[in-house]
């Protein structure tokens, strides 16, 4: 399959974790060019159902500068029979699938029990692996388990690349992740009043390991917070990261897209053969 494919001029950002299907497909247009006057030349829709799967192949293909992946919530897991690994792989067979995921797990709502989170991240785990793909990761109140499921399917399967999307994890959790190759990707939480510790924790981190992200519809950022949030606000994270960091927007913006391309080099891959 032919697809388009864009090369994201210098300068602009990139949502590495967003959900396009969750609006209306007559507000898309307008949410993707107020994106693109804001700066953001790339965004990554993300998979949280196995049925959701052709949607967001469906914008990936119909929308130049969006990206997608698939996989199944850990909100979602008890919904239907758990695909298999060799399932999720065949799923992934995509030009425009860039990553497996989001999977993790989810221990402040639990929607689905923990027993078959874990199995479902395991099994995210391994076809991330086999199909050469990043893991876009969710991981809340849940940093032990999360970084010992990861230890063990590393120590059994070798390395993985792999996101914690939205962090708001503790500095443990942040530590094994940058030891073991992963990156960790903000949302607007970054610039939430109360959250001094997770700015803290963003100071310690290796700069060529942080991206940016909306997670729209949710967890719009200030000045937004309380409203419904899409591609266009990712600025204002990257501009609270660099206020952190003492990088200009340039910078951050070079900084972050640069990790984004190093970790989703299927991306370059299309746009080098497009």
Known sequence: MSVPATALAPGLLVDSHCHLDYYKDEELPAIL????????????????????????????EAHAAVWGTVGIHPHNVAEAPLPTVEELVRLADH??????????????????????????????????????????????????????I???????GGPLHFLLHCF???????????ENGGYISFSGILTFPKSEA??????????????????????APTPYR??????????HTAAELGRVLGLSAAEVAALTTGNFRRLFSKVSAQAHAA
């Open 95 to 148: 030009p425009k699938i860039i990553g497996i995921g989001e999977s993790g797990l989810d221990y402040f709502y639990q929607h689905g029990p923990r027993e078959v989170q874990a199995e479902s991240f395991r099994r995210h785990i391994r076809a991330a692996r086999a199909a050469g793909l990043p893991l876009a990761i969710h991981a809340r109140d849940a940093d032990a388990d999360i970084a010992r």
């Open 226 to 235: 309380g409203k419904r949030n899409e591609p266009a606000y990712v600025p």
């Open 33 to 60: 060019a107020r994106a693109r006057n804001a700066g953001v030349g790339l965004m990554v829709t993300i998979g949280t159902r196995i049925h959701q799967a052709a949607k967001v192949k469906a914008l990936c």
């Open 150 to 156: 990861l230890a063990e399917e590393m120590a059994a």
């Open 168 to 178: 708001s994890s503790g500095a443990e959790l942040a530590k094994f992740a940058v």
């Open 198 to 219: 997770l700015r803290a924790i963003a100071q310690t981190l290796p700069r060529d390991r942080l991206m940016v992200e909306t997670d729209a519809p949710f967890l």
